[in-house]
């Protein structure tokens, strides 16, 4: 069974830095896509970041473009999402999701699996 969790949310001031930790397990990490989405209150969820199974392939949501970078290490089963110049528009609920193949995709549902989510506040 696989199980992604995350790791790292909290509270930071408008333009500090978070780095967000996603662990992958049940399965081989290297082989799939990984992608971050975010849930904002009154908000539709948005998908803003996606890297490929080797880690060479990466893409982004215009909002986050430049700001935001997912990595990952495939040695150590974690996908990272470093998160600078924080706005307060980027408060919500964090979600790493794992895809069912290795190329890197924004589409949400060709995310199978999912961690509980971890929230990200970002104060004024």
């Known amino acids: 069974q696989v199980q992604v969790v995350e790791s790292g949310g909290g509270l930071v001031q408008a333009g500090g830095s978070l780095r967000l930790s996603c662990a992958a397990s049940?399965?081989?990490?290297?082989?799939?896509?990984m992608g971050w989405l975010r849930q904002a209150p009154g908000k539709e969820s948005e998908f803003i970041a996606s890297?490929?199974?080797?880690?060479?392939?990466?893409y982004y949501a215009d909002p986050v473009k430049g700001r935001f970078t997912i990595s990952r290490d495939n040695a150590k089963n974690t996908v990272y999402l470093q998160m600078n110049s924080l706005k307060p528009e980027d408060t919500a609920v964090y979600y790493c999701?794992?895809?069912?193949?290795?190329?890197?995709?924004?589409?949400?549902?060709?995310?199978?699996?999912w961690g509980q989510g971890t929230q990200v506040t970002v104060s004024s």
């Open positions: 999701a794992a895809a069912s193949f290795g190329s890197a995709t924004m589409s949400p549902t060709q995310y199978p699996y």
């Open positions: 049940g399965r081989t990490f290297s082989r799939y896509a």
């Open positions: 890297i490929d199974w080797s880690g060479g392939t990466t």
